[in-house]
C-alpha cells in the first residue's frame, strides 16, 4: 500500500492562516503524516470554509494511505505563496496555469490535475473594438490604445498581450487613458475589471479591449445595449483554466493516490459537496488529451514571456 512519507506539522493545528507571509513554526507528529492545502486570497474569513471542506475531504478519504490530517495555509500574494511551496510548508494548491508553470520550472511543484473551476475546463481571450471603428484585425491597433483588466490576469492580460506581440506589434504601458502612442506601438492600461473594459471600449476611450469569452457572453459583464456596438476581432487559442499542483517533494505514488482521489469526487454527493463549497469545481481529470494541450498553450506563453522558446 502507497504510504505518504512523515511530515512536519505545522502550528499542530487543522486550519492555519498566514498573513504578510507569518509562518508558524513547525512541529513534529508522529502519528502520520499531515497535508497542507494552501491558497492566495485577500479575504480569508470568506475562504476558511471553502478551504476547510476540500481538507476533510481529502483527510478522511487519503487516511487509509497514512494521512492523518490536512491543514489550511493562506497568504495575500502569489509570492508569499511561491515561497511557502518552494520551502515544502504548502503541499496542495489550486491556482492559475501561468502560476503553475512558473513554479513547475524551478522544479517546485509538479501540476497533477486540471480542475473544473466554476465548470469551466478551459477558456480563451477575446479581443473587442467598436463595429464602427477602423479597428478590424490586429494590425489596426498599431498606434492605438486597448484596455486591459490587471498584470494578473490570464484571460484579461497574458493571453491577448501574447497575442498582440505575436503579430509583430510593441505593447507599451500608458499612464494615463489619452496619452499619445507613437505609430509603431499599441499603448495600454489597465481598468481593473472586466466591466470598465467594455465601457472604455464603447465610449470610445480605447480602440479595443479585451476579456475572457466566458466574460463576453456574461450580459452582466456586456449588456445588451453594448454588445451590439461591439465585435471580436481576435479569438487566443484556449489554456487550461485552473489546475491543482503538488509539491514536487511528494513522492510519485503519493501523488498518484492524491489524483486518484480527486478524480473520484464527482462520483459521490459528499465529493461533489466539498468540489462545489472549496470553488464551484465540478470536476477534476488528469493532464491527458485536451487538459494537456490546453496546459501546452499555457506553457508556450510563459517560457516566452520568461525567455524561453516561443
Known amino acids: 500500500m502507497v504510504r505518504f512519507p512523515f511530515r512536519l506539522l505545522i502550528g499542530g493545528v487543522l486550519s492555519v492562516l498566514v498573513l504578510a507571509a507569518a509562518v508558524l513554526p513547525a512541529q513534529a507528529t508522529q502519528d502520520g503524516a499531515m497535508l497542507v492545502l494552501g491558497r492566495i486570497t485577500d479575504n480569508p474569513e470568506k475562504h476558511q470554509k471553502r478551504l476547510d471542506a476540500m481538507a476533510e475531504y481529502l483527510a478522511a478519504e487519503l487516511s487509509e494511505y497514512g494521512v492523518t490530517s490536512v491543514g489550511t495555509i493562506m497568504v495575500e500574494t502569489e509570492a508569499e ?3 511557502l511551496m518552494r520551502a515544502g510548508k504548502v503541499d496542495i494548491l489550486s491556482e492559475t496555469p501561468f502560476m503553475a508553470v512558473g513554479l513547475e520550472s524551478e522544479g517546485v511543484v509538479d501540476i497533477l490535475m486540471r480542475e473544473w473551476k466554476k465548470g469551466v475546463p478551459e477558456y480563451h481571450s477575446v479581443i473587442v473594438a467598436r463595429k464602427d471603428s477602423a479597428v478590424q484585425g490586429l494590425a489596426d491597433l498599431a498606434g492605438g490604445h486597448v484596455a486591459f483588466e490587471d498584470a494578473g490576469s490570464t484571460s484579461g492580460y497574458l493571453l491577448p498581450r501574447n497575442a498582440i506581440e505575436l503579430a509583430g506589434l510593441d505593447l507599451t504601458r500608458l499612464n494615463e487613458p489619452g496619452d499619445p502612442v507613437s505609430s509603431g506601438k499599441v499603448g495600454y492600461f489597465f481598468t481593473g475589471s472586466e466591466t470598465g473594459i467594455v465601457e472604455a471600449i464603447h465610449n470610445g476611450t480605447v480602440d479595443a479591449g479585451a476579456l475572457s ?13 453594448l454588445r451590439q456596438d461591439l465585435h471580436i476581432i481576435y ?48 470536476r477534476y481529470d488528469r493532464i491527458e488529451g485536451d487538459a494537456l494541450k490546453g496546459l501546452e498553450e499555457a506553457r508556450r506563453i510563459w517560457l516566452r514571456r520568461n525567455g524561453g522558446a516561443s
Open 81 to 83: 505563496m511561491a515561497d
Open 213 to 225: 469569452n466566458l466574460d463576453w457572453a456574461e450580459s452582466k459583464t456586456v449588456p445588451d445595449e
Open 235 to 282: 479569438e487566443t487559442r484556449p489554456v487550461i483554466r485552473s489546475v491543482l499542483m503538488v509539491n514536487a517533494s511528494i513522492p510519485a505514488e503519493a501523488q498518484d493516490a492524491i489524483a486518484t482521489v480527486l478524480e473520484q469526487m464527482e462520483q459521490t454527493p459528499e465529493g461533489r459537496e466539498a468540489m462545489k463549497a472549496y470553488s464551484k469545481v465540478a
